[in-house]
């Protein structure tokens, strides 16, 4: 019989994949959400990178059709941001100027 579903999951139940999902988000939460991935960020930068490069859109939408970009992220110390100018130098101030 053409056109008639045979098989498959029943309506209205839960695939296993959106179970999954809200397991980790409520572990997520429970670790500190946020703080956690800031806390990963610092302590395991390349655990944190790889992360990061799979929740980054590998296409762009543009008028013209789909955009492919390649990114490149590296982890640098705040001393290696600040010499390449992407951290100002810190200002030490004169003694007594308080």
């Not at 939408?61 to 290696?80: D, F, I």
Request: charged fraction near 25%; include cysteine; hydrophobic fraction near 40%.
């Amino acid at each position: 019989m053409k056109g008639r579903k045979t098989g498959g999951r029943i309506a209205g139940v839960p695939n296993k994949a959106e179970h999954i999902r809200t397991a980790l988000m409520k572990a997520f939460d429970a670790v500190g959400g946020d703080k956690y991935l800031e806390g990963l960020a610092r302590t395991q930068p390349a655990v944190f990178c790889h992360l990061l490069g799979k929740v980054l859109p590998h296409e762009l939408a543009t008028s013209r059709g789909a955009l492919k970009a390649e990114v490149l992220l590296r982890w640098m110390t705040p001393e290696m941001a600040r010499n390449r100018g992407f951290l100002e130098t810190p200002t030490k101030e004169a003694p007594g100027s308080n």
